[in-house]
C-alpha cells in the first residue's frame, strides 16, 4: 500500500504551536488614553503581557522646574484629567508646609468638599465606561447623568468642568458663591438617591458578574511588590487609606463618617465593587462637610501672598489619597520661586504596571475586562 502526501499546512511538521504576538494599541478602545500591550499568546490564552507607556509623556516635571508656585498648578491638574482638583491639591499642601502656612479653616473644610465632589466625579466616569468596554452602553448614560449634577455645582464655583485651577497656596481661589452650599447639598441628595439604579443595573446584572468574577485577580504580594494603591489595592485586601491612616485637610475630624471600602476576591467585579460602595462613602463625607461650612462663621477663604511667592530652602513630601489612589510630590526648594525639583508619584503609573502580573493566564476574551478594572488614565501614567 502506498501513502502519497498532496499538501501540508505550515508547520505541519512541529508537534506543538508557535506563540503569537500580539500588539494592543496604541490606539483602542478599552483604553482611557494611548496605552500600548504587548502580549504573547498560546492560542487564546495570554502567556505574557507588558505594558509598553510614554506615547502621552509631555515632560512636566521638567516644566514644573520653569514655573512659579502659581503657574505649576495648570500643569499639575492635568496629568490625571478625572481628578483634577485632587491633583492641585499635593502641590499647595506641599508648598504650604514647606512655608509653615496654616490656612482658614473655611479653607481647609471647603477644600475637603471639593475633593470628595471630584472622588465622585472620577468614580462615577469608570463605574459607567467600565460596563461600556464589556457591551453594556445603558450604564454610561446613568453615570453622566449623575456627574452632571455634580459637575454643575464645581463650574458654578471654579468656572471649569475639568481643570479647576481653584486651589490656591493658601487656601481657595476665592469664596463659595451665595446659595451654593444649598445646590450642592441638593446635587448630592440627588446623586444619592439614583445610586441604586447603578447597583442593580450592572453589579446586579448575572451576565456583568460572569463576565467579571474570579478574573484578572490580583493578589496582597502583588499589590505590595507593585506599589499599586487606591481601590484597586483594597480591591485585593489591603486596607490602606491615607484619609484614614494619615489624615490631611479634614480628615482628621471625619474618622466617625470615613468607611474604608475593602474586599479581598481581588478580581475585577470586586474592583469594580470598591468604587461603586466608595461613591457613596464621599456622599457622606460631602454632607458631613457641608454641615460644618454652613455652621462655620463668615471668614476669609485664602491668606494674602507676596507677589513674588518663594519657598523656603529645603525638601518635603506631601501625598494625597487621590481617587484613583496615591498620589506624591516631593519638592526640593533651593529659595527661588520656582522649585529647583518637584517629583511627581502618581497613582496610574503603579497600578498598570501589575499588568504584567495579572494578564497571563487570561484568555484574550478577558483581556478588556481585566484592563479595564485597573481604572487608569494614561496621562498619569506618562505625566
Keep these: 500500500m502506498t501513502e502519497t502526501t498532496v499538501g501540508v499546512g505550515i508547520g505541519a511538521d512541529q508537534l506543538d504551536t508557535t506563540d503569537m504576538v500580539l500588539n494592543i494599541g496604541p490606539q483602542h478602545p478599552s483604553t482611557h488614553g494611548v496605552l500600548r500591550l504587548r502580549l504573547v499568546l498560546d492560542g487564546e490564552r495570554i502567556v505574557s503581557a507588558e505594558p509598553i507607556v510614554g506615547y502621552m509623556h509631555r515632560g512636566a516635571e521638567k516644566l514644573f522646574e520653569v514655573r512659579d508656585y502659581r503657574?505649576?498648578?495648570?500643569?499639575?491638574?492635568?496629568?490625571?484629567?478625572?481628578?483634577?482638583?485632587?491633583?492641585?491639591?499635593?502641590?499647595?499642601?506641599?508648598?504650604?508646609?514647606?512655608?509653615?502656612m496654616e490656612v482658614p479653616e473655611r479653607a481647609v473644610w471647603a477644600r475637603t468638599l471639593l475633593a470628595e465632589l471630584?472622588?465622585?466625579?472620577?468614580?462615577?466616569?469608570?463605574?459607567?465606561?467600565?460596563?461600556?468596554?464589556?457591551?453594556?452602553?445603558?450604564?454610561?448614560?446613568?453615570?453622566?447623568?449623575?456627574?452632571?449634577?455634580?459637575?454643575t455645582v464645581m463650574e458654578e464655583i471654579s468656572g471649569g468642568r475639568m481643570h479647576f485651577m481653584f486651589n490656591r497656596v493658601g487656601g481657595l481661589k476665592e469664596d463659595l458663591p451665595a446659595g451654593w452650599l444649598g445646590r450642592t447639598r441638593t446635587a448630592v441628595a440627588d446623586v444619592r438617591s439614583r445610586m441604586p439604579v447603578l447597583h442593580d443595573l450592572v453589579h446586579g446584572n448575572e451576565i456583568f458578574r460572569a463576565r467579571t468574577r474570579g478574573v484578572g485577580v490580583l493578589t496582597p504580594e502583588q499589590v505590595h511588590a507593585y506599589g499599586v494603591s487606591g481601590p484597586i489595592?483594597?480591591?485585593?485586601?489591603?486596607?490602606?487609606?491615607?484619609?484614614?491612616?494619615?489624615?490631611?485637610?479634614?480628615?482628621?475630624?471625619?474618622?466617625?463618617?470615613?468607611?474604608?471600602?475593602?474586599?479581598?476576591?481581588?478580581?475585577?467585579?470586586?474592583?469594580?465593587?470598591?468604587?461603586?460602595?466608595?461613591v457613596d462613602v464621599s456622599l457622606d463625607l460631602a454632607d458631613a462637610c457641608l454641615d460644618r461650612l454652613e455652621a462655620l462663621p463668615p471668614g476669609p477663604i485664602n491668606l494674602?501672598?507676596?507677589?513674588?511667592?518663594?519657598?523656603?530652602?529645603?525638601?518635603?513630601?506631601?501625598?494625597?489619597?487621590?481617587?484613583?489612589?496615591?498620589?506624591?510630590?516631593?519638592?526640593?526648594?533651593?529659595?527661588?520661586?520656582?522649585?529647583?525639583?518637584?517629583?511627581?508619584?502618581?497613582?496610574?503609573?503603579?497600578?498598570?504596571?501589575?499588568?504584567a502580573e495579572v494578564l497571563p493566564g487570561?484568555?484574550?476574551?478577558?483581556?478588556?475586562?481585566?484592563?479595564?478594572?485597573?481604572?487608569?488614565?494614561?496621562g498619569d501614567i506618562d505625566k
Design 304 to 355: 494674602r501672598l507676596p507677589k513674588v511667592l518663594k519657598a523656603p530652602e529645603g525638601h518635603t513630601y506631601a501625598w494625597t489619597e487621590n481617587p484613583l489612589g496615591i498620589n506624591g510630590y516631593y519638592l526640593v526648594s533651593r529659595g527661588e520661586k520656582t522649585p529647583w525639583r518637584l517629583k511627581l508619584r502618581s497613582a496610574s503609573y503603579n497600578n498598570i504596571q501589575v499588568l
Design 118 to 151: 471630584n472622588r465622585v466625579l472620577n468614580h462615577l466616569m469608570f463605574l459607567g465606561s467600565y460596563p461600556l468596554e464589556l457591551g453594556a452602553i445603558t450604564p454610561i448614560f446613568h453615570a453622566f447623568r449623575e456627574r452632571e449634577e455634580i459637575q
Design 71 to 100: 503657574q505649576i498648578l495648570v500643569l499639575a491638574n492635568r496629568h490625571d484629567w478625572l481628578s483634577a482638583f485632587s491633583n492641585e491639591l499635593g502641590v499647595v499642601l506641599a508648598v504650604e508646609r514647606m512655608l509653615g
Design 233 to 278: 489595592a483594597r480591591a485585593s485586601g489591603v486596607d490602606f487609606d491615607l484619609r484614614r491612616d494619615e489624615p490631611y485637610l479634614a480628615y482628621g475630624d471625619l474618622a466617625d463618617v470615613l468607611r474604608v471600602v475593602t474586599r479581598t476576591e481581588g478580581d475585577c467585579l470586586a474592583r469594580f465593587t470598591c468604587l461603586l460602595d466608595q
Design 362 to 378: 487570561c484568555l484574550v476574551a478577558d483581556m478588556v475586562a481585566v484592563l479595564g478594572s485597573m481604572f487608569f488614565v494614561v
